[in-house]
């Protein structure tokens, strides 16, 4: 099942411009993190965001996590043409008999033109 | 670093064939490892949890006798899929967890992609 929800399911923007894309759960988590892939390759994790925290920077990257509202969202600062990919957040959802599996959002597709 | 490795990459089998993938953790010991499949454009789908001695738990709607997962040692873990059809065909990735559980992250592998003819 898919717990995340994200939007928007795409966006396109200009080089230079800031790109917001937002993502909510349903049910209670650990943590929260964000993925990036690049068409047709694997994973690669970004950023992660415990439960107890509210904001988190890594470079161009800002994460918030509202708990309250059972949504996050990642902020990428002066994007750049090699930003082009897709951003998955997952969440760790620890309940009775599971092991730490992440569940993934359906993804935003971002597209930075030159 | 934290490598995870997936052989082969890519795949194409005829229908009816079994294929099997391997997910290796190259420089940590991985109990748990996890088994996802993702269909183009959509998002990754949780198939199979993999503990190393132990049994794999499935998700609902995942056929344990069709996707055989073997977790035989601490740093491989491999995912069968019996009886390919084309519906089969798919983008699978497996993730790994490093032991002890230094974070909570997973660290994924290339992907291997699946076309069955």
């Known amino acids: 099942s898919q717990q995340g929800e994200e939007d928007p399911q795409a966006l396109s923007i200009q080089e230079g411009e800031n790109a917001t894309m937002n993502c909510s759960y349903k049910?209670?988590?650990?943590?929260l993190q964000w993925y990036r892939q690049n068409s047709g390759r694997g994973l690669v994790h970004l950023i992660l965001i415990r439960s107890n925290e509210r904001e988190k920077h890594s470079g161009r990257l800002r994460v918030t996590l509202d708990t309250s509202k059972k949504s996050s969202s990642l902020l990428i600062t002066a994007s750049r043409a090699a930003d082009t990919a897709s951003y998955f957040c997952a969440t760790d959802v620890r309940y009775g008999g599971s092991q730490g599996n992440l569940i993934f959002g359906k993804g935003t597709k971002l597209s930075v033109k030159p | 670093g934290a490598v995870v490795s997936q052989h082969p990459s890519w795949v194409i089998c005829k229908s009816g064939t079994s294929v099997k993938i391997e997910c290796r953790s190259l420089?940590?010991?991985?109990?748990?490892m996890f088994w996802y499949r993702q269909f183009p454009k959509q998002s990754l789908m949780l198939m199979a949890t993999s503990n190393e001695g132990s049994k794999a738990t499935y998700e609902q709607g995942v056929e344990k006798d069709k996707f055989l997962i073997n977790h035989a040692s601490l740093t491989l873990s491999t995912l069968t899929v019996t009886s390919a059809h084309p519906e089969d065909s798919s983008f699978y990735i497996c993730?790994?967890?490093?032991?002890?559980?230094?974070?909570?992250?997973?660290?994924f592998g290339p992907g291997t992609r699946l076309t069955v003819t």
């Open positions: 420089d940590f010991q991985a109990t748990t």
């Open positions: 049910t209670s988590i650990n943590n």
């Open positions: 993730s790994a967890r490093r032991e002890p559980p230094e974070t909570y992250e997973q660290y």
